[in-house]
């Protein structure tokens, strides 16, 4: 009899055991699914999980519509945050200034500095310093390479109308060195060679006379005049020139080139205005012309009602309205070397030369 209820109470042990691990295990699965239920509520649908174009753009739109109204509100407390700080003549709260690759680059040493002495006594005896200082008057022959293309003509006459006293001469079967001792010898202070490849320009070679240095930049995203949508035609008054973010003495050297192709009496009257702006070592070349249009605008009380006349007619107010025009072309330059002297291509030495080596971090500039 002892043996059979010591069997017994084993097994009402072991059942029991049994139904307390199946409890725990319950109580996990639904710990588990309750888990899963928040996670699929929190869980936002994003626009790519769904397949359904239709549905999938309207949740876009949506999303983009939420971010914006986010957007307004947080610029609106803001704005009022400063605003009652200046009432109470308290000191604003500073805003934040976004993270970008620019403001955030690799220290140079060579950046230049406005109390840079020794920058400015070089700029009185460089190459440029004789066109930049109006004692010699800028003229450019611009030829192409042997195997010249279809946009590179077109390219080439737009280049024309851009640059004041530029001449276009084919190449032929004459080499570049010829072709630097003829310019030289006819006092052209600078030659443009535009390089084409597949029926595209990709290179610019712009070689100073006669002294040098050569710069050779690589040419993308090319769009001539006739592809930019409602495009100007420039005139023949000399443009106004802007150069932007040219920040090391390399930069300095590059913007002081490009400086001396362009005259330095612009005529104002022309409305002409020719950038080149440097970003994260790309030179983006960009031609505009300002209009100015007038344009009636209705004028209003101090109570924001509108201002009527002694009959009761509304009074309208001429306004004067400016805006650009762009008369292209666009382009994009980079710097691939910068080279003494002339072109030569075998014994000339060389200022500066990009190096794949030197692309192993997005935030190290050198223009």
Not at 23 to 40: F, L
Not at 230 to 248: Q, R
């Amino acid at each position: 009899m002892g043996g059979k209820l010591k069997k017994s109470e084993n097994e009402a042990m072991a059942e029991y055991e049994n139904d307390v691990e199946l409890d725990t295990s319950d109580k996990k699965r639904d710990k588990r699914k309750k888990k899963n239920k928040e996670g699929e509520e929190k869980r936002e649908i994003l626009p790519s999980m769904i397949k359904n174009k239709e549905k999938r753009s309207v949740v876009h739109a949506k999303l983009k519509h939420l971010k914006k109204v986010e957007k307004q509100k947080k610029l609106k407390a803001r704005d009022a945050s400063e605003k009652r700080a200046l009432e109470l003549g308290e000191e604003p709260p500073p805003r934040q200034i976004p993270r970008t690759i620019e403001n955030t680059r690799e220290f140079d040493e060579t950046i230049c500095k406005p109390d840079d002495d020794e920058l400015f006594a070089g700029n009185d005896t460089d190459e440029f310093s004789s066109v930049l200082r109006r004692e010699r008057t800028p003229k450019i022959l611009i030829t192409t390479c042997r195997f010249n293309s279809t946009r590179g003509p077109l390219f080439i006459s737009e280049l024309l109308s851009v640059i004041p006293n530029a001449i276009y001469k084919k190449r032929g079967t004459y080499n570049l060195k010829d072709i630097v001792k003829y310019a030289s010898n006819m006092e052209f202070t600078a030659i443009i060679d535009v390089h084409t490849n597949r029926r595209e320009p990709d290179a610019l070679l712009i070689i100073c006379l006669p002294y040098g240095p050569t710069a050779h930049f690589k040419l993308s995203n090319l769009v001539l005049r006739k592809d930019i949508k409602n495009h100007g035609n420039p005139t023949n008054h000399k443009p106004e020139l802007v150069l932007t973010n040219f920040t090391t003495r390399l930069g300095h050297r590059v913007g002081r080139l490009i400086q001396s192709l362009f005259p330095q009496e612009p005529n104002f009257r022309g409305r002409r205005v020719v950038t080149f702006h440097n970003q994260r070592d790309f030179i983006f070349f960009r031609h505009h012309r300002y209009i100015f249009e007038t344009k009636e605008c209705k004028q209003n009380d101090s109570k924001g009602q509108k201002g009527k006349d002694a009959k009761g007619e509304k009074i309208s107010q001429e306004k004067v309205v400016a805006r650009l025009q762009e008369c292209g072309p666009q382009f994009t330059l980079k710097l691939i070397s910068l080279q003494n002297g002339t072109f030569d291509t075998k014994s000339g030495e060389y200022e500066w030369v990009h190096k794949p080596e030197m692309d192993t971090s997005r935030r190290r500039f050198f223009l």
